[in-house]
């Protein structure tokens, strides 16, 4: 537990001290969010604001957990797919500010890079961790033997996961605080299982999503963009498959559920029915639009976080007993 502690605070030791000069720099590129023009009103006050703060989120990672790992396969497999997904929302982050595209990469060029970091992932979770090809439903005693559609699950939960936490990056501090719930979820997983490798390479993305906390807290001064939320996604993710609780996801990571749900509820009802659900989706938006105040929403929606990962972990206790 002492090696865990210790990433845990070098990486937040690391971030808090690195953002400041990082954030100057970004201002100094003018390298500032953009803001949808059909988002909150409020929002576009935080116009300019500097983005791809990820980059700070995964140097603080990536120091402690490459000077302490003991290089077990699943660790190095949740610490490569954190990267490649980061790399991947850097690439996207860097195309809407430098090239002023504002879509960033191409739908097509995003879904082939994360097809094969899911391939990745398979790959090294079967050949190197010797993890089988089985889904470990957890909620009931009862597993099912994937074989060849192993892959294709799995990029479904990487996929799945990094848009989630991408579409709850909408408030300040609310996708780095949510991640750093189920991480610390993981956390407790990994180590009363005896998987150290993981509980380390948990413990430092939890430091660094609470360090970079210090300055993504309403109000901003930096927002993480697609390098922090798609590699955060990626890290959740992969630690999803190395433990073996993909479907227990669903409710260790409730609350980014919600908010992917609420935004395919949405498009489902206007396209079907012409009508909307929420006033704007993701959900964080229709309670703005409510007018509550942004600090409320984020608060209660970290309570949600930690409901869902305290069920999530007791359901996985009991699934090992």
Not at 4 to 27: D, E, H, N, Q, Y
Not at 65 to 75: E, N, P, V, Y
Not at 178 to 189: E, N
Request: charged share 15%; aromatic share 10%.
């Amino acid at each position: 537990m002492g090696e865990v502690l210790i990433a845990g605070t070098a990486s937040l030791l690391i971030c808090i001290f690195l953002s400041p000069k990082f954030i100057a720099f970004l201002r100094e590129r003018e390298f500032g969010q953009n803001i949808r023009e059909e988002g909150p009103e409020g929002h576009h006050a935080k116009a300019g604001t500097p983005t791809m703060g990820g980059i700070i989120i995964f140097t603080a990672i990536a120091v402690p957990f490459l000077l302490l790992t003991d290089w077990d396969w699943r660790a190095i497999g949740v610490f490569g797919v954190a990267v490649g997904c980061a790399a991947l929302g850097f690439a996207d982050d860097y195309t809407k500010l430098v090239k002023r595209r504002s879509l960033g990469l191409r739908g097509r060029t995003k879904l082939v890079l994360t097809l094969l970091i899911s391939v990745g992932l398979w790959l090294v979770a079967t050949r190197g961790a010797d993890l089988p090809d089985t889904l470990n439903l957890r909620i009931v005693d009862a597993s099912i033997d994937l074989g060849y559609l192993y892959p294709v699950f799995i990029y479904l939960v990487v996929a799945g996961t990094t848009s989630a936490v991408n579409l709850t990056d909408g408030l300040d501090g609310l996708a780095a605080g949510c991640a750093a719930i189920v991480l610390l979820a993981y956390i407790a997983i990994t180590f009363t299982t005896g998987q150290l490798g993981l509980s380390l390479v948990a413990g430092c993305l939890v430091g660094a999503c609470v360090g970079f906390l210090w300055f993504n807290s309403f109000p901003a001064s930096i927002f993480m963009g697609d390098t922090g939320s798609l590699g955060l996604g990626g890290a959740i993710a992969a630690m999803a498959v190395m433990t073996k609780t993909e479907v227990l996801l669903i409710i260790l990571g409730g609350i980014f559920v919600i908010e992917a749900l609420s935004v395919l509820i949405q498009v489902f009802s206007f396209q079907t029915f012409r009508k909307r659900v929420f006033l704007m989706a993701p959900i964080h938006h229709h309670f703005e639009l409510q007018a509550w105040s942004e600090t409320k929403i984020i608060l209660r929606f970290w309570i949600v976080a930690a409901v869902c990962s305290a069920i999530g972990f007791t359901l996985y206790q009991q699934s090992i007993t």
